[in-house]
Protein backbone atom coordinates (compact mmCIF):
# COMPACT_ATOMS: atom_id res chain seq x y z
CA UNK A 1 0.00 0.00 0.00
CA UNK A 2 1.47 3.37 -0.66
CA UNK A 3 2.10 5.96 1.53
CA UNK A 4 -0.52 8.98 1.52
CA UNK A 5 0.72 12.27 0.86
CA UNK A 6 0.52 13.85 3.99
CA UNK A 7 1.23 11.15 6.01
CA UNK A 8 4.75 10.67 3.32
CA UNK A 9 5.37 14.45 4.54
CA UNK A 10 4.71 13.63 8.63
CA UNK A 11 7.40 11.14 8.30
CA UNK A 12 10.21 13.47 6.85
CA UNK A 13 9.10 16.30 9.48
CA UNK A 14 9.18 13.51 12.21
CA UNK A 15 12.77 12.35 11.30
CA UNK A 16 14.42 15.66 10.69
CA UNK A 17 12.64 17.13 13.95
CA UNK A 18 14.07 13.85 15.90
CA UNK A 19 17.52 13.82 14.28
CA UNK A 20 17.62 18.06 15.64
CA UNK A 21 16.28 16.48 18.51
CA UNK A 22 19.15 14.72 19.80
CA UNK A 23 21.98 16.15 18.00
CA UNK A 24 21.20 20.05 19.30
CA UNK A 25 18.43 19.52 21.97
CA UNK A 26 19.37 23.22 22.92
CA UNK A 27 17.12 24.67 20.12
CA UNK A 28 14.28 23.30 22.36
CA UNK A 29 15.44 24.02 25.54
CA UNK A 30 13.21 27.32 25.24
CA UNK A 31 10.38 25.83 23.95
CA UNK A 32 10.14 23.49 27.68
CA UNK A 33 7.79 25.06 30.16
CA UNK A 34 8.93 25.28 33.63
CA UNK A 35 6.69 23.26 35.17
CA UNK A 36 8.13 20.15 33.17
CA UNK A 37 11.11 18.36 35.14
CA UNK A 38 14.58 17.24 33.33
CA UNK A 39 14.17 19.59 30.24
CA UNK A 40 16.86 17.71 28.31
CA UNK A 41 15.91 13.96 29.22
CA UNK A 42 12.80 15.38 28.14
CA UNK A 43 14.11 16.54 24.40
CA UNK A 44 16.01 13.50 24.33
CA UNK A 45 12.89 11.61 24.80
CA UNK A 46 10.88 13.39 22.42
CA UNK A 47 13.41 13.09 19.56
CA UNK A 48 13.08 9.30 20.36
CA UNK A 49 9.56 9.13 19.85
CA UNK A 50 9.65 11.18 16.64
CA UNK A 51 12.19 8.58 14.79
CA UNK A 52 9.63 6.11 16.56
CA UNK A 53 6.76 7.15 15.04
CA UNK A 54 8.34 8.34 11.61
CA UNK A 55 9.68 4.70 11.47
CA UNK A 56 6.50 3.10 12.44
CA UNK A 57 4.32 5.49 10.15
CA UNK A 58 6.65 4.28 7.14
CA UNK A 59 6.01 0.54 7.64
CA UNK A 60 2.60 -0.55 7.12
CA UNK A 61 2.75 -3.38 9.14
CA UNK A 62 2.90 -0.58 12.20
CA UNK A 63 1.30 2.22 10.90
CA UNK A 64 -2.04 2.13 12.55
CA UNK A 65 -0.48 2.25 15.99
CA UNK A 66 2.16 4.66 14.83
CA UNK A 67 -0.72 7.02 13.81
CA UNK A 68 -2.36 7.11 17.19
CA UNK A 69 1.19 7.36 18.65
CA UNK A 70 2.01 10.15 16.33
CA UNK A 71 -1.17 11.98 17.25
CA UNK A 72 -0.89 11.90 21.05
CA UNK A 73 2.56 12.99 20.45
CA UNK A 74 1.73 16.14 18.39
CA UNK A 75 -1.25 17.00 20.81
CA UNK A 76 1.86 16.41 23.54
CA UNK A 77 4.31 18.53 22.54
CA UNK A 78 1.26 21.34 21.29
CA UNK A 79 1.68 23.48 25.23
CA UNK A 80 5.49 24.21 24.22
CA UNK A 81 4.77 25.42 21.05
CA UNK A 82 2.46 27.62 22.22
CA UNK A 83 4.75 28.66 25.05
CA UNK A 84 7.34 29.54 22.22
CA UNK A 85 4.60 31.69 20.37
CA UNK A 86 3.48 33.88 23.53
CA UNK A 87 7.33 33.84 24.12
CA UNK A 88 8.23 35.03 20.61
CA UNK A 89 5.36 38.02 20.71
CA UNK A 90 6.66 39.24 24.35
CA UNK A 91 9.98 39.87 22.76
CA UNK A 92 11.04 43.43 22.26
CA UNK A 93 14.44 42.79 20.54
CA UNK A 94 14.39 44.32 17.06
CA UNK A 95 15.56 43.07 14.06
CA UNK A 96 14.71 40.94 11.14
CA UNK A 97 15.23 37.66 12.75
CA UNK A 98 13.12 38.07 15.99
CA UNK A 99 10.51 39.29 13.42
CA UNK A 100 11.04 36.00 11.62
CA UNK A 101 10.20 34.43 14.92
CA UNK A 102 7.03 35.65 16.05
CA UNK A 103 5.85 34.59 12.43
CA UNK A 104 6.90 31.30 12.82
CA UNK A 105 6.27 30.71 15.85
CA UNK A 106 2.60 31.89 14.89
CA UNK A 107 2.23 29.70 11.63
CA UNK A 108 3.11 26.68 13.73
CA UNK A 109 0.49 26.59 15.56
CA UNK A 110 -1.97 25.94 12.73
CA UNK A 111 0.04 23.77 11.05
CA UNK A 112 -0.67 21.33 14.20
CA UNK A 113 -4.24 20.14 13.14
CA UNK A 114 -2.82 18.50 9.82
CA UNK A 115 -0.11 17.05 11.35
CA UNK A 116 -2.24 15.48 13.45
CA UNK A 117 -4.78 14.75 10.72
CA UNK A 118 -2.52 13.16 9.05
CA UNK A 119 -1.26 11.07 12.12
CA UNK A 120 -5.05 10.17 12.77
CA UNK A 121 -5.37 8.84 9.00
CA UNK A 122 -2.75 6.41 9.32
CA UNK A 123 -4.27 5.37 12.57
CA UNK A 124 -7.39 5.05 10.48
CA UNK A 125 -6.32 3.35 7.53
Not at 108 to 118: H, N, S
Request: hydrophobic fraction near 50%; charged fraction near 20%; aromatic fraction near 4%.
Amino acid sequence: MKLPRDVAALVGIFAVSGVVHLVRPQVYEPLMPSWVPRHREVILGSGVAELACAAGLAVPASRRTAGWASAALLLGVFPGNVKMALDAQRSRRPGRRTTALKIGTLLRLPLQWPMIRAALRAARN
